[in-house]
Each structure stands twice: as C-alpha cells, then as structure tokens.
C-alpha cells in the first residue's frame, strides 16, 4: 500500500494562510473520516494537530484547521508564525485496523 | 502527566535482532494500545503495527508480517517491539505512540509519542 500523496514542500510569509493536502484513496481517505495530522520538529517526536478530520486536541491552537473532501483531506495554517516551520504528516485509517502515513510536507516559512 | 520513555539507542549488525522498550505512565496502561512507527533518515513516518495493551492482540503492517513482535508487560507497563533479520534498510528512528480509539472501536489518533530510539543497523 502506497503512501499517502502530500505535497513535498510549502511556504508562505508571517501571517499569511496555506494549505497542505493529503491525497489518498477510497480504501483510506475516501471511506473513513478517520484523518489526523502530526507536526515534526528536527530531531523531535511528532505532534498530534489534529485528529477525525477536523478536532483539535486540547492545547493546540485554533491556527491549525482540517477538513476533508472525498478522498483529499487538507490541514490549513492559519496566521503563519516563524514556529510553525517543521514537517508535517497527515495519517488515515485505511481498515482492519491498519493505517497509512503521507509522504510528508516541510513547511517553510519565508 | 502521560510520558512514553523508550530505550536507548542500538546498532546492530545485518542478521541480527533488536528489542525496542517503551515504558508508559500516567494514565492506566491497558486501557490504551500501543503503535509503533519508524522513521529512516531523512524519510517520513511509516506504520508498524499496534499491540493491545488489555489482551496482547496484535496488527502488524504487512510488510514487516513475520519479522516484528509486539510485546506488552502490563507489570512494568512496559511495550516492546522485536525486529528480527535486520538490514540496513531497518536503518531509523522507532517510535511507540499511544494509540486512541472512537467510541466505535475505530482507531483515531496517535496522541502520545514516545522520544524515539536510533536503530543502526551497519557491519
């Protein structure tokens, strides 16, 4: 099974909005609202943004967003911040209890 | 607060085995499963498979089937992870992550991650 497709890189300016998507299939992405994204630091454990598509775990801000649209899921930033600059993956239930990674995005910020 | 602390690092050589540790507290071990997920050098995040921690049953990522072991020891709530005839594509950093479920038994979210133990593999 494939990864996940997620655009190699990103960028934006302080402030500014972007949008990362996480492209998968009707085994994965398509048939379960079951997308969550992490952020990864160098050298650092990922971090969970956001989990079922679009809930936030506590603690995390409102600057982070995700929706989903057939078999694309996409995480928005919001208010771009200079910490925000790290690598971030999306992940999917993709049935019998198994899950797929997407390649991963580094997001840079300009 | 819930911590995930794993083992240090290893290197091993080609053929070999490795064990990976990752001990839990501050939440109630077997109400939770256990996923491990790998990172190679300058590679993205890849899946293992998950133990539960309430009964021992396990998925693993096909690929590895028949190479990995997924253990718990609900005594020192502890989870490990088995890697048997390394090769250097074995290379990476191992993760354990609580694993969280939906009130439908539907897993959801990675929530907590351990720090990650270094696996070389290399003769």
């Known amino acids: 099974q494939s990864a996940l497709t997620q655009p190699a890189s990103v960028s934006g300016s302080p402030g500014q909005s972007i949008t990362i998507s996480c492209t998968g299939s009707?085994?994965?992405?398509?048939?379960?609202?079951?997308v969550s994204w992490y952020q990864q630091h160098p050298g650092r454990a990922p971090k969970l943004l956001i989990y079922?598509?679009?809930k936030r775990p506590s603690g995390v801000s409102n600057r982070f967003s995700g929706s989903k649209s057939g078999d694309t899921a996409s995480l928005t930033i919001s208010g771009l911040q200079a910490e925000d600059e790290a690598d971030y993956y999306c992940?999917?239930?993709?049935?019998?209890?198994?899950?797929?990674f997407g390649g991963g995005t580094k997001v840079t910020v300009l | 607060q819930v911590q995930l602390v794993q083992s240090g690092a290893e290197v091993k050589k080609p053929g070999a085995s490795v064990k990976v540790s990752c001990t839990a507290s501050?939440?109630?071990?077997?109400?939770?499963?256990i996923s491990w997920v790998r990172q190679a050098p300058g590679q993205g995040l890849e899946w293992m498979g998950w133990?539960?921690?309430?009964?021992?049953?396990?998925n693993y990522a096909q690929k590895l089937q028949g190479r990995v072991t997924m253990t718990t020891d609900t005594s020192t709530s502890t989870a490990y992870m088995e890697l048997r005839s390394l090769t250097s594509d074995d290379t990476a950093v191992y993760y354990c992550?609580?694993?969280?479920?939906?009130?439908?038994?539907?897993?959801?979210?990675?929530?907590?991650w351990g720090q990650g133990t270094l696996l070389t593999v290399s003769s």
């Open positions: 992940c999917s239930y993709a049935g019998s209890s198994t899950r797929i």
């Open positions: 992550a609580r694993d969280r479920e939906n009130s439908y038994g539907r897993k959801t979210q990675f929530d907590y």
């Open positions: 079922e598509v679009n």
């Open positions: 133990i539960s921690a309430y009964n021992g049953n396990t």
């Open positions: 501050g939440y109630t071990f077997i109400s939770h499963d």
């Open positions: 009707s085994s994965d992405v398509g048939s379960y609202d079951l």
